[in-house]
T-cell receptor, first 115, second 113 residues
Framework: AQTVTQSQPEMSVQEAETVTLSCTYDTSESDYYLFWYKQPPSRQMILVIRQEAYKQQNATENRFSVNFQKAAKSFSLKISDSQLGDAAMYFCAYRRDFGNEKLTFGTGTRLTIIP | SAVISQKPSRDICQRGTSLTIQCQVDSQVTMMFWYRQQPGQSLTLIATANQGSEATYESGFVIDKFPISRPNLTFSTLTVSNMSPEDSSIYLC??????????FGSGTRLTVV
């Protein structure tokens, strides 16, 4: 079974600085997708960024980028120029490359932005 | 990507009663997923609902406790039956969206007293 591990229960960063959230996963599959979701206090799950395992190029979305290391099964999220609105729980998630597959989530990292 | 309307947003229920949560999607989707998020925890999949067939439940979840309805391709309900305080959680529905991303409903915060 696939597992997703987030080893940092809490992180904090100064506003405008850069922070990196860690995620590792375990799978025997070669094709899959990885995601980072953000859950602010409103509890709405918001997709931050996604990465296809077959792509070597790391995904980027504005201030958000990932460092995808397939061999190491590592998928970290870097947030640049941190803003107060980035404060939230961040969940790493894995999905096999099949139709209608479920997401497997990590335990989450609570990110605090220090003004 | 799809937009999901989930209701109720929150409820406080007496133990022993049942609550039905509804999710309406603005487009037709094959599968809908129901997750539970216990306080301070991550999301755990309860079941996957396919239109026209019985839902598939994950280990630790049973149909008698969490019956699911999927009458058409845009709607599903999850019932939490015979509730106890341990059922106090956030319940979320989800559908697969564009480019394999997933869209979530806004969640139902359930408190059982």
């Amino acid at each position: 079974a696939q597992t997703v591990t987030q080893s940092q229960p809490e992180m904090s960063v100064q506003e405008a600085e850069t922070v990196t959230l860690s995620c590792t996963y375990d799978t025997s599959e070669s094709d899959y997708y990885l995601f980072w979701y953000k859950q602010p206090p409103s509890r709405q799950m918001i997709l931050v960024i996604r990465q296809e395992a077959y792509k070597q190029q790391n995904a980027t979305e504005n201030r958000f980028s990932v460092n995808f290391q397939k061999a190491a099964k590592s998928f970290s999220l870097k947030i640049s120029d941190s803003q107060l609105g980035d404060a939230a729980m961040y969940f790493c998630a894995y999905r096999r490359d099949f139709g209608n597959e479920k997401l497997t989530f990590g335990t989450g990292t609570r990110l605090t932005i220090i003004p | 990507s799809a937009v999901i309307s989930q209701k109720p947003s929150r409820d406080i229920c007496q133990r022993g009663t049942s609550l039905t949560i509804q999710c309406q999607v603005d487009s037709q989707v094959t599968m809908m997923f129901w997750y539970r998020q216990q306080p301070g925890q991550s999301l755990t999949l309860i079941a996957t609902a396919n239109q026209g067939s019985e839902a598939t439940y994950e280990s630790g979840f049973v149909i008698d406790k969490f019956p699911i309805s999927r009458p058409n391709l845009t709607f599903s309900t999850l019932t939490v039956s015979n509730m106890s305080p341990e059922d106090s959680s956030i319940y979320l529905c989800s559908v697969e969206g564009q480019y394999y991303g997933y869209t979530f409903g806004s969640g139902t915060r359930l408190t059982v007293v």
